[in-house]
């Protein structure tokens, strides 16, 4: 099957093994059958109960699926990693795959999968951000471009879309795209940046805010391996879109209070209810009476939310 060639990945820790298991169950949804890695810091989910051939935990499922845990072995902030981790499964865990899928464990799969695979096929799978829109004249992308000539790295695309790094799919073919990501970190690093941090302001470098998306917005503007992109509504950021939801913000939607949060008038997202309609299975992380009030309280929440909106 097509899908014993692809494999997925997230990286982690703490409760955001609950976020990994509802991803999981929406690739399972839309016919996903193979291997799901999982990169951890700290303690591996306490729901991977079995054990690989190698020894590593793992949760084993119907149908060949099933999923790994493999600590990251980092001191650099988990978002920055997602490079260097897709050069480490490729190189050392699954050398023999023909596509690398990255999610954030904060994303749930709305489309069937084999979609998947075909996007990645066409060129580095990628999806635009919130705010989609950075022209070539723009002062901050023109600012990235200084420091990429001042890297040794001279940008030789002209580029006007900034893409969230929720998630990346990138075919064997174009593994120069994920080594040149790593790369472009790794000048940071020495530019001043720590990637132990999510956000950080450089001296010297002040245009720099969400890293692991400002550096592959770089090595767009500096590889020439072709993109499959697809605009803002690939998340459920703008209606209308088909592949993917991304529960964007804080509190996560295994942690919101939606009651609570509707009299306050936040609405409901596209993202919440997804993500609970992925939470019974396979994998259960939740119980069946915490599934009931969850979905009772969305319900209620979304009733609130015809009456009260932030203005």
């Given at each position: 099957m097509p899908t014993q060639r692809s494999v997925v990945f997230t990286l982690l820790e703490s409760h955001y093994h609950l976020g990994a298991a509802v991803l999981f169950n929406s690739l399972y949804a839309a016919g996903f059958r193979g291997k799901c890695l999982i990169g951890h810091n700290g303690p591996p989910p306490p729901w991977c109960t079995d054990r690989s051939p190698e020894g590593r935990?793992?949760?084993?499922?119907?149908?060949?699926?099933?999923?790994?845990?493999?600590?990251?072995?980092?001191?650099?902030?988990?978002?920055?990693?997602?490079?260097?981790?897709?050069?480490?499964?490729?190189?050392?865990?699954?050398?023999?795959?023909?596509?690398?899928?990255?999610?954030?464990?904060?994303?749930?799969?709305?489309?069937?999968?084999?979609?998947?695979?075909?996007?990645?096929?066409h060129g580095v799978a990628l999806v635009q951000d919130v705010n989609p829109c950075m022209p070539a004249d723009h002062p901050v992308r023109q600012a990235w471009a200084r420091f990429l000539r001042e890297a040794g790295f001279p940008p030789t695309q002209a580029r006007d879309a900034y893409y969230n790094g929720g998630f990346v799919g990138i075919h064997r073919r174009d593994l120069a795209f994920?080594?040149?990501?790593?790369?472009?970190?790794?000048?940071?690093?020495?530019?001043?940046?720590?990637?132990?941090?999510?956000?950080?302001?450089?001296?010297?470098?002040?245009?720099?805010?969400?890293?692991?998306?400002?550096?592959?917005?770089?090595?767009?503007?500096?590889?020439?391996?072709?993109?499959?992109?697809?605009?803002?509504?690939?998340?459920?950021?703008?209606?209308?879109?088909?592949q993917l939801s991304h529960a964007m913000g804080s509190p996560k939607p295994w942690l919101r209070r939606y009651v609570i949060r509707a009299l306050k008038g936040i609405p409901l997202a596209n993202a919440d209810r997804l993500f609970w309609a992925n939470a019974a299975g396979p994998i259960r992380v939740f119980s069946g009476a915490r599934l009931v009030w969850e979905k009772s309280a969305l319900a209620l929440a979304a009733l609130v939310g015809r009456f009260y909106r932030r203005a």
């Open positions: 935990p793992r949760w084993n499922g119907p149908e060949g699926f099933h999923v790994e845990c493999i600590p990251t072995e980092t001191a650099w902030h988990l978002t920055n990693h997602k490079p260097a981790f897709f050069l480490r499964l490729w190189r050392d865990i699954v050398p023999e795959a023909e596509r690398l899928y990255y999610f954030d464990p904060d994303v749930v799969v709305k489309r069937e999968w084999l979609y998947f695979e075909d996007w990645a096929d994920a080594q040149l990501w790593h790369h472009l970190i790794e000048a940071g690093q020495s530019a001043g940046f720590t990637p132990g941090t999510v956000t950080q302001v450089m001296k010297h470098y002040p245009y720099f805010r969400f890293a692991d998306q400002d550096f592959l917005a770089m090595t767009t503007m500096v590889s020439p391996i072709a993109l499959s992109t697809i605009g803002p509504s690939g998340m459920d950021f703008f209606p209308g879109g088909t």
